[in-house]
């Protein structure tokens, strides 16, 4: 039986700040949960499941982080509106990406299932690493940690000032999606590259559109004003990257 203390240790998890301190956050359901447990760099804490969930699992019953609890109890526990079979809690992943591949870089996106799209999208990709600006929704926020759909676990998250981030890799190209670039079609891309994704709704600030070197559109067709920040990423991205 789930305790009240454990009840409100784990809500306590959907906090930035007590995430940050215990270097720990929140994953649901049993797809995510079971490609985190298949990754040899993903450390469980405590997972709760139901006896369904552990009927399909029965490997890690026995470890020391195997919680067995109702349904009514994972309802007390679980940020999603419809709990499904097990929440897990694992430490923050500590991914090295070996520096030269292809970046994705996120000015201002807020939106945690906007966040977490395209972390999966630069997954799908083969981008290992994903730089934001300081004002962008949190990578283990539990929405957007649902919306990567295990992707968390692979791709590196790196926080910083864009823009002195930008100036110390002048060597790199920086393709900016925007309104009024080279049209997609006729960018041939060399060399070590990121793609620079704005705000949902202003996109990329102007001091950092300054520094970049390489302002890229989508040609559009119809009468829609933008496109998603993710949809323009796996777009984009489609296209650049070989």
């Known amino acids: 039986m789930i305790t009240k203390n454990q009840v409100k240790y784990i809500q306590s998890l959907s906090h930035k700040k ?50 067995e609890i109702s349904e009514s109890e994972l309802e007390r526990i679980s940020f999603l509106k419809s709990p499904n079979q097990v929440l897990g809690i694992f430490r923050k992943p500590d991914l090295s990406v070996v520096p030269g591949g292809w970046q994705l870089i996120l000015d201002g996106i807020s939106d945690p299932g906007n966040l977490g799209t395209l972390i999966r999208i630069a997954d799908w990709f083969g981008v290992q690493q ?29 926080y910083t000032n864009l823009v002195d981030y930008v100036r110390a890799h002048a060597h790199r190209n920086f393709y900016a999606a925007v309104l009024d670039g080279i049209p997609l079609k006729d960018v041939r891309q060399h060399g070590p590259s990121a793609l620079v994704i704005g705000n949902e709704s202003h996109g990329i600030r102007p001091e950092l559109m300054k520094e970049l070197n390489h302002p890229v559109t989508i040609p559009r067709h119809g009468s829609a004003e933008s496109l998603n920040a993710a949809v323009a990423a796996g777009i984009i991205l489609s296209h650049l990257v070989e």
């Open 18 to 67: 007590f995430r940050d301190e215990e270097s720990l956050f929140v994953a649901e359901g049993p797809k995510i949960i079971a490609e985190f447990l298949a990754m040899p760099h993903m450390q469980a804490v405590e997972i709760y499941g139901t006896p369904e969930w552990w009927a399909n699992e029965p490997a890690g019953r026995t470890a020391e982080w195997a919680k």
């Open 130 to 158: 994903v730089i934001c600006s300081a004002d962008c929704a949190d990578a283990f926020n539990p929405k957007v940690v649902q919306s990567t759909m295990a992707s968390i676990g692979r791709v590196e998250i790196v």
